[in-house]
């Protein structure tokens, strides 16, 4: 019973929060597998009715954008050009079903993905209009992750690296990458983060939030998670914070060791040194698997001229004449299933969302808060991107998009801000020459 109301508490003062700042129901979008995992890990009633959690979090997000149309005016305000690359991306790869080799596997895998690619992909980025929305909705994810970071490690029970869900009748095992990437998120997201205000009493907790992310990613042995975590704050921490001095590079500088710090000492004290699956030979094993597995379904591509261009179709890989499951390298699964026509629409978004970012950088170098934001987001997209070389498939990664999608946003809302900026300067500029 007490993790029922836990479970209600959260959901509620989320909606709650939704009505002063609707971004806020971001949180739970980011956080809903590790949500939805550590509830059926505590109470079967979730494992019975397994899909509640992610229900739930497509309505509350439904109501914050109906809020934010309420106070603010329409939700497609400002679309980016990413974001047609990305729905352009999508609705090939379901018409690509149509030639898939066995067409009843595509759209299987489709009738379980659809309802997170539209909530994440399609629902998610509307909520961002302005850097301060997406300010507040990763520091709503703070909280948030951090609590369910402390129920999965010291609530839910744990077999080797899996949580163990409870059901009427038995168990079933979760899924510990999902997890990991969340606990990821948390790190990341605490660590880039600038805080002001209210807020600022992050900058003290921040590294006992990493600290216990970090105990969640190395629980799960997620090795891609950990490996990439560390590798995008460390890249992107100086995009977080203004070098305009040596004090502010020293900070950087004990930023970077404080995460290096705080990184070997929690994997010393965590990892099971008896896991192979941290060994180098089982690693190597498992890269090889994943390659092998993708030239065999490249193999398949380069078959003939028409599978070239138009590709295999979509989930083409879980034939089991082919792969007979995803082959967790996501760039060469959309080149195969999804053609050139697919690899195209991929690099854009690429190329589409760095170049974004880029501009977007410039514009917000001198606001410490917007840049922390900015970098933030830009390396929970590379951090995406980092895990798709390695796990995943294009219908069960969508976040990269979204991150995607929202960094195009804010570019767009940043020029619009310096132009409407530019014009009020001329004006009053003009206006006080006519006084004078």
């Known amino acids: 019973m007490p993790y029922i109301l836990t479970y209600v508490a959260i959901i509620l003062s989320t909606v709650i929060a939704t009505l002063r700042k609707p971004p806020v129901a971001l949180a739970l979008v980011f956080c809903m597998f590790g949500m939805e995992q550590w509830a059926q890990s505590v109470h079967p009633f979730f494992t019975q009715y397994h899909t509640l959690t992610n229900i739930l979090v497509g309505a509350v997000l439904v109501f914050a954008l109906c809020v934010d149309m309420f106070k603010r005016g329409g939700t497609l305000h400002s679309y980016p050009t990413v974001g047609w690359f990305a729905i352009a991306l999508y609705v090939y790869a379901l018409v690509s079903t149509l030639w898939a080799p066995t067409q009843a596997n595509s759209l ?79 790190a990341i997201i605490a660590i880039l983060q600038n805080f002001k205000g209210r807020s600022y009493v992050w900058q003290l907790l921040r590294w006992v939030v990493v600290a216990v992310s970090l105990v969640m990613v190395i629980q799960t042995s997620s090795r891609g998670p950990f490996i990439f975590m560390v590798l995008v704050t460390i890249l992107f921490i100086p995009l977080s914070r203004s070098i305009r001095n040596m004090r502010m590079f020293l900070a950087v500088v004990i930023t970077i060791l404080m995460v290096l710090f705080i990184v070997d000492h929690v994997y010393d004290a965590y990892r099971d040194l008896e896991d192979v699956r941290w060994g180098y030979e089982k690693i190597e094993a498992d890269i090889m698997g994943r390659v092998n ?23 083409a890989s879980y034939d089991p004449r082919i792969v007979g499951i995803y082959v967790h390298i996501v760039p060469l699964e959309i080149l195969a299933e999804e053609g050139l026509i697919g690899a195209v629409l991929y690099l854009s978004i690429l190329f589409s969302t760095l170049c974004s970012f880029r501009r977007s950088f410039r514009m917000v170098r001198y606001d410490p808060m917007a840049k922390g934001a900015l970098a933030t987001i830009g390396a929970l997209f590379t951090y995406e991107l980092l895990l798709t070389l390695k796990q995943g498939s294009l219908l069960g990664m969508p976040y990269m998009y979204a991150f995607a999608i929202i960094i195009g946003k804010l570019e767009r809302q940043l020029a619009a801000a310096q132009v409407d900026s530019y014009g009020q300067n001329r004006m009053l500029k003009n206006d006080q020459q006519q006084c004078n």
């Open 293 to 315: 597995s993708a030239i065999i379904l490249l193999d398949k591509w380069f078959s003939s001229p028409a599978t070239i261009l138009f590709g295999l179709g979509n989930s």
């Open 108 to 186: 299987d895998v489709w009738s379980k993905t659809w309802p997170y690619i539209i909530t994440v992909v399609g629902l998610t980025p509307l909520l961002i209009k302005r850097p301060e929305d997406l300010h507040a909705a990763l520091n709503a994810v703070l909280p948030l992750g951090a609590a369910l970071v402390v129920l999965l490690l010291y609530t839910s029970r744990w077999e080797d690296h899996h949580i163990v869900l409870q059901a009427n009748q038995g168990f079933a095992y979760g899924n510990p990458l999902a997890v990991g990437t969340m606990g990821g998120y948390v």
